[in-house]
Every structure is written in C-alpha cells, then in structure tokens.
C-alpha cells in the first residue's frame, strides 16, 4: 500500500513544507515533504508551549502531545483526525517517570489515533525547528540514569534501584490496535526495569495492529539508556515489542546503540515482534534473543558487539525468525547485505546464533549477500535453518554469495551452517573460511544440500589473500581467489525469483556491508558502501563482494553542503579524478552516465551556478576507462527570519497604534488578526486567510498580529507576532495616513 494525498479534513495548522521525510516507496532515495504521504495538517508541541494555546503552529505549541496522560485545555478537547501531524520542537525532553521535571507525560503515552491507507497519522518532527544551534532529536525518557559496562572486557552491569517507572506494563509508549502510522526521528531512553515482565510487557516502544493491512512505519529513531536491577531479569525486556505478527511492520534507519548501558540484556525486538520489513538498522552492545515473528525482509541491517545474558535467564541472538511470512513463490522471504561482527565473543557469552530460519513448507527462504565474521555462536551455527521445536518448517533455503569468516580468538566452535539435514538447501557462489577450509566445517550435516562454485579457504590463506577484518573481508586485487573463480550467473535465476523489486535489484549488485553508523550523531547512512553491478552475462564471482579492477570516478562534492540559507547559494562541484565529466539533477531524479564519459541524464556541469530556491542537487561523474562515481547530493533549504514589528510586542496604548513590519532579508510578509497562522502558497502569494503587506496597519482595538516573510520556493519564516493592547476608545479625529492599512472597526473622520 503507497501513500498519496487526497484531500481530507484538517483541524490543525500548516504543516512543514520541507522535504525532510522518508519516502516509503523509495527509502534511500530523496526524502519528501508531508504532504506527499498524506499528511494535511499539523498539531505542534514544545518544552515551552502551553496546552491552552491553539497548537496549530510553531509560534503557538502545545506543552504536550496529543493522548499524552498530562496533556490538557485545547491539547485534550482537540479532535483528531487520519491525516494529521503531530511535531515536536528539536531538543525538547518530554519526560515520562519523573512527576517533577517538566514537562511531564504524565506517565505512560497511549496514541489512539489510527490513519488510512491514504491519510497516515505522524508523529515526528519538523528539522528546521529546534531548541539549541541545530537540530536533535526530541527526547522521551524515563528519567532513569543508567550504569554502563565497563571494565576490559566490559561486564554485566546492574543498578541498585530504579528511581522512576511508568506503571504495571512498564510500556513507555503504546501504539494500540492501530494501523497507518508514521513515527519518527525520536531519542527514547532511560529505561530501567526491576521486575520480570508477562508476555508483550515492558517494552520501551510497543505496537500492535488492528488488522493484517498495517502499513506502519518506526523511523530513524535512537534508542539507548536502559539498566534493571538484579532482580529484573536480562531477557524478556524490549525497547521495541509488539504481540501481533500482521505484517505491514517497517523498522527503517533507527540505531539502537546500548554503549551507555548494560551489553548483557534487553533486545532491540522482542518475542512475538513483527518482522515483516527491518532494514537499514544499527543494532549494537546489547544482548538477548531479537525475536521476531512473520520475519519477511531482513536487510542492509549492521549487527556489533551482542552478547549473551549472563544470568541465564535466555540465550542471545542476533536474529531469530520464530515464524516467517507464509507467501508462497509468490512473495517469498529475503535476507541480504546485513553485516554480523564481534558478536558473542566477550566475557565467553556465545551466543546461539546470527540469523535463524524457521522456512515454512513449500517454501523457498533467500539468504545472499551477507558478511559475517568474528562471530562465537555456542549453539548451532553462524547460520540456522530452523528450531527444532518447529516440525513443519520443512521449507527449502538458497545461500547464495555470502561471505563468513567462522575464525575467533576462541577458534571455531561450531559448522557454519546448523541443522540443515530437513531442509532442501541450495549454496552457490559462497565464501566459507573455516581452520580446516573443509565442508564438515560448514554443513552440519550435508543431507538435502547442492552446493556449487564454492570458494572454501583456511584462515591462514584468507589472511595472506587479504581477506581481513580491516576490510570486512573483502577481496583487494583482481588476482583475489573470489574475484578470479568462475561463479554461477544467477541474473535470470536466483534473482529473479525474488519477486520483491528491491531484493531483486540487490541480488544484481555485491554487498552493500549494510549501514555506516555514526556515533556522533547516532544516524545510520547507507549504503555503506557502494555496490559494484554483477554481470548480466558471464561469470560472477563468489563472496559478498563484487570486486571491479577498474577504478572508478571519486564522488562528487557540493560546496556548500546541504544546509538552511536565507540568501541565495552559488554552488561549486568538484571531482578528485582529472578529468572527469560531471553532470546534475535538480528536480529530484537521479543523474546517470554511460562508464564513459558522457552524461545519459542530467545537465553537464561548467561552472558555478546559482541554486536560490528550496532544491536537492545530485551530480556523477565520469570518464573514460573508469567505471561512474557514486551520487554526491546536497539539498539546500532557504527560509528568511520572522518579521520584526514596531512598535515591538507588548505595546499598550489609549489611542489607536500604527504597526509597520519589516524583514530582513526583504521577503514579502503576509499577516493575519484572526488567530489563524498565515501562509503563502506555491506561487508565492498569500494563502488562504492572510493577507499581504502593503503598509502600516493602524490598530484600533486589541489585537495580535501574525505575520511571516514568503518567497516562492522558499520555506515559509517563523511566525512572528506582536499583541497591541488599546485601553481607550478609538479617537474620532484618528487620521489615515498615506499607505495606511486601515483595520476592520476602525473609523476615520
């Protein structure tokens, strides 16, 4: 189900106009504004807003979101609708345990709102409006501190206490029996648990759906700050929990990072979580089983430094699809370019497992393109076909060009491949580097397996080869023994047998080694790595890894780089490759050239030009005998300051007050006296209810203006307003002055 935008009642505000947003249909590619999803009109929250404000815009916030237990006045008695927005300020805390600091949830978050297929309900944010010098995310807490592994290697950590709790389900936000939502781009931390929790309980962020129509969407949110105390158990506790498996689940760019906290506990995804779509995800220093039920697409995902519990109260893995999405050929499930490292290998806490299949009968499950490597299962495998407590998961499995290293400082404990003898399964063009470099040191057992155009290698041959951890265990040189081996073409095979459009495309490309993380920032950027095409005739290589001999175009740079402007940009495109031909885009499309020298799509590039409207600029390079760069982009946002006014806000006089408004980059200003938040439209003018700025406007009685600065392509300004207080009558003998706006009651004579 996509997205569109159909007209549909609003009660709130204008939303962001920015092009800020995930695109559901195409997620790495430009992102979109909140109108293109189906959202038409926004509620607005701030650390500094107030509940009896109309919360309709960012001059006029909430203190609290919509369904929030504290929020009140105009936040409660507000309807709300499919298709509405709720925005909070950037570097704002909301928080949810501690009753003292402000603003307060008052507890736990219930939302209740559904959406439609065509209008989503958001809750997320607008990055152009933030507390400090630039954005962060809006914080939801607990309030608890957390205590975090230390020591070398890090040990298991415990607090004495948890100071603060959201109550008997011990959920801080709840999601209920609802379908068509977006939620976006939040911090959710200070969790702390002390108690074991029934089935579905103690989640950080739990969801369920109300059918198997979900459409649903978890967004670039960070995680991280959790403890317990000795008496809540390390396992059973999820920072994202479902009790459904409806499908419709789409967990994208969001970084769970539990450096700050306890690496021996809690799991990104619990028992019973719906699994129908996790990609492009962080998910490090942590530990417990990440469970998943209805598990469909799996990928682009980078998984570090899980470990196990050490109080047995489970064991961990990295991935565990207790059941799997039951579509048939016609929409079988894909696991690809995810990324296992250092994973089990401290404090000897094994781990069970990296991925687990449970592939339902007549069934085929499609794992490629995935690269593990200092990985110390205890259990099964690196690999694992299915849990034993499932007898009808009899279904047929393809690897199909992975790349594991099964070497550790411990060595190698286990196959790379566990319990596979029920499954009819299919290896071609993989990697296996083991001690031995032999197949019983892969295959638990070799029953039911077909396996060609192998590379097997000892750890000392990867190693001399350049197969290291340095480089994820890619090859370095044309004459590597996975660039040089004759693998199998599977363009028209494998692949196309996929049925989904994105796997396909990926099973045509080499790894992508999932997502960079930032630790800075806790974003995830993807791919990691740009992937080389595979050949559509003629041999592919074995691996991950899809090596090119030919060097390629360095990436485009955008000077400036992507960022808010109130003055028109002059933007300069550079290469590092002499010589290379660069060509760009600016209406969102993406910029082609033929590994040549001749742009295909898109304007060749001679010089500096001017961008002075909102735009995204995407450019390539190429040249001949290299093969094309990657897509250098910058988007550039414009948006003039709120308008000044005079006399200032805060007037008060007995006889009428002239208000003249300037701004400061010279944009024209549309004002209102009603309440309503003015607004201009895509042509430039003044939206619906507004009016433009000619002149002073004389104020008769008491009023508050509303004005912003407006420019075609440009982001409306901030709201800026100014209360005039008349105490007396209007004087008879006011005269109107040249150019003088003349306000509804007031009487010249």
């Given amino acids: 189900m996509l997205f569109c935008a159909p007209a549909a009642f609003a009660a709130g505000g204008a939303c962001p106009t920015g092009a800020n947003y995930i695109d559901p249909t195409n997620p790495t590619g430009p992102n979109v504004t909140l109108s293109s999803l189906g959202i038409t009109s926004c509620f607005y929250a701030a650390a500094s807003g107030s509940d009896s404000n109309a919360g309709t815009s960012e001059a006029s916030p909430w203190l609290h979101g919509k369904f929030m237990s504290a929020c009140s006045g105009t936040c409660s008695s507000t309807s709300w609708t499919a298709g509405e927005g709720m925005i ?402 599977e363009t028209s095979g494998i692949c196309a047998l996929l049925i989904d459009a994105h796997a396909i495309a990926a099973c045509k490309l080499g790894t992508t080694t999932g997502c960079a993380y930032n630790a800075t920032s806790h974003t995830v950027s993807c791919p990691n790595i740009t992937a080389n095409a595979k050949p559509s005739t003629g041999n592919w290589q074995t691996g991950a890894f899809q090596f090119s001999s030919i060097s390629q175009v360095a990436t485009p740079t955008l000077t400036p780089s992507s960022g808010s402007f109130n003055a028109s940009q002059t933007v300069t495109i550079a290469s590092t490759t002499a010589g290379a031909t660069l060509g760009c885009t600016t209406d969102g499309s993406t910029p082609t050239a033929n590994n040549g020298g001749t742009i295909t799509h898109g304007t060749v590039y001679t010089g500096p030009f001017s961008v002075p409207v909102n735009q995204t600029v995407k450019c390539i390079g190429s040249e001949s005998g290299f093969s094309d760069s990657g897509i250098g982009s910058a988007t550039y946002q414009f948006q003039g300051s709120a308008p000044n006014f005079s006399p200032v806000n805060g007037t008060s006089s007995s006889t009428p007050i002239t208000a003249t408004l300037s701004q400061a980059q010279g944009l024209g200003m549309c004002y209102t006296t009603n309440g309503v938040v003015p607004s201009s439209d895509t042509l430039g003018n003044c939206g619906a209810g507004s009016t433009l700025y000619t002149g002073p406007i004389l104020v008769s009685s008491t009023e508050i203006i509303r004005a912003i600065g407006f420019q075609s392509g440009w982001t409306d300004s901030p709201v800026g307003f100014a209360s005039y207080t008349i105490t007396g009558a209007a004087r008879a003998d006011a005269v109107a002055l040249p150019g003088v706006i003349l306000l509804p009651g007031v009487v010249i004579k």
Avoid at 156 to 185: E, Y
Avoid at 254 to 265: L, M
């Fill in 88 to 489: 909070f300020k950037g570097g704002d805390t909301w928080h949810f345990g501690n009753s003292g600091a402000a603003p307060y949830t008052g507890g736990a978050w219930s939302w209740t709102q559904a959406g439609t297929g065509t209008n989503p309900v958001y809750v997320g944010v607008d990055t152009t409006w933030f507390t400090g010098g630039s954005f962060s995310r809006p914080i939801l807490t607990e309030d608890n501190t957390p205590v975090a592994s230390s020591g070398s290697p890090p040990s298991h950590a415990t607090v004495a206490s948890c100071a603060f709790g959201v109550g008997a389900s011990g959920n801080m936000i709840t999601f209920g029996g609802l379908n068509n939502w977006i939620f976006d781009d939040f911090e959710i931390t200070g969790y702390c648990w002390n108690n074991a929790p029934s089935f579905g309980n103690n989640n950080m962020f739990k969801m369920f759906g109300a059918n198997s129509t979900n459409n649903d969407y978890f967004l670039r949110n960070y995680i991280h700050g959790w403890s317990h105390t000795s008496a809540g158990p390390q396992a059973d506790v999820t920072q994202v929990g479902s009790n459904a498996s409806l499908g419709g689940w789409h967990f994208w760019f969001n970084v769970s990072d539990g450096i700050d906290s306890d690496w021996y506990t809690t799991g990104l995804w619990g028992a019973g979580h719906d699994g129908w779509d996790l990609a492009y995800n962080y998910v490090g220093h942590q530990g417990v089983a990440n469970v998943s039920d209805n598990c469909h697409l799996i990928h682009d995902n980078l998984f570090e430094y899980i470990q196990n519990v050490t109080d047995g109260s489970t064991h961990s893995d990295a991935i565990f699809c207790f059941s799997e999405f039951q579509g048939g050929t016609g929409n079988p499930n894909s696991f690809y370019n995810n990324i296992f490292r250092h994973i089990g290998t401290l404090n000897s806490q094994s781990i069970s497992y990296l991925l687990q299949n449970d592939t339902p009968a007549s069934q085929t499950d499609y794992v490629f393109n995935n690269v593990a490597y200092d990985a110390q299962p205890g259990g099964s495998g690196i690999f694992d076909q299915h849990d034993n407590a499932c007898t009808a998961c009899t279904g047929s499995i393809v690897y199909l060009n992975n790349t594991v290293s099964a070497d550790t400082s411990a060595g190698q404990a286990n196959p790379i491949i566990g319990r596979p003898g029920s499954n009819p399964t299919t290896a071609i063009n993989n990697h296996w580097i083991t001690a031995a470099g032999t197949q019983a040191q892969v295959w638990q057992s070799i029953l039911n397996l077909t396996e060609s155009t192998t590379t097997y290698m000892t750890n000392a041959t990867a190693l001399a080869d350049g197969y290291v951890v340095a480089n994820d265990f890619a090859p370095t040189s044309s004459s590597s023994p996975t660039v040089t081996a004759a693998g199998t073409n």
